[in-house]
């Protein structure tokens, strides 16, 4: 259970450097966490090799949603990227309903589909 956006974002990024899928999915969103298994994870990130990440910035974009920038560097094959990935990290209750911190109880949690989401890095 995540208590920041950036604890999550971190959770989430170092179960996925260390390959870590029910860790990984352990840092998803509470909503999603019904609705996406461990494999379903390895398929979407298992081909990028991450070999380090740090966090650059975090934006509040409503008040249950913060932008994570992500700085990253991973290996497909012998071919090497740097990226910034974009982590969507949404505050919900426990029934997957959008919960700001100031309305009552609630996690941060990623969505793993905003992480697939790359900026080029110049």
């Known amino acids: 259970m995540s208590q920041t956006p950036d604890a999550a974002a971190r959770a989430f ?3 996925w450097k260390a390959r870590r899928w029910t860790g990984m999915h352990s840092a998803l969103q509470v909503r999603r ?3 996406v298994d461990r494999n379903r994870l390895e398929a979407l990130f298992g081909s ?3 070999l380090t990440w740090s966090i650059v910035a ?4 409503a008040p ?3 932008e994570v920038r992500v700085a990253v560097l991973y290996r497909i094959g012998a071919a090497r990227f740097r990226r910034n990935v974009l982590l969507n990290v949404i505050r919900e209750d426990r029934a997957g309903m959008p919960a700001p ?5 609630g996690e941060w949690g990623v969505n ?11």
């Open 13 to 15: 990024m170092s179960a």
């Open 33 to 35: 966490r019904s609705r």
């Open 48 to 50: 990028k090799a991450l």
């Open 58 to 61: 975090s934006t509040e974009k």
């Open 64 to 66: 249950a949603l913060v």
């Open 101 to 105: 911190p100031d309305v009552g109880p």
């Open 112 to 122: 793993e589909i905003s992480a697939l989401r790359e900026e080029s890095v110049p």
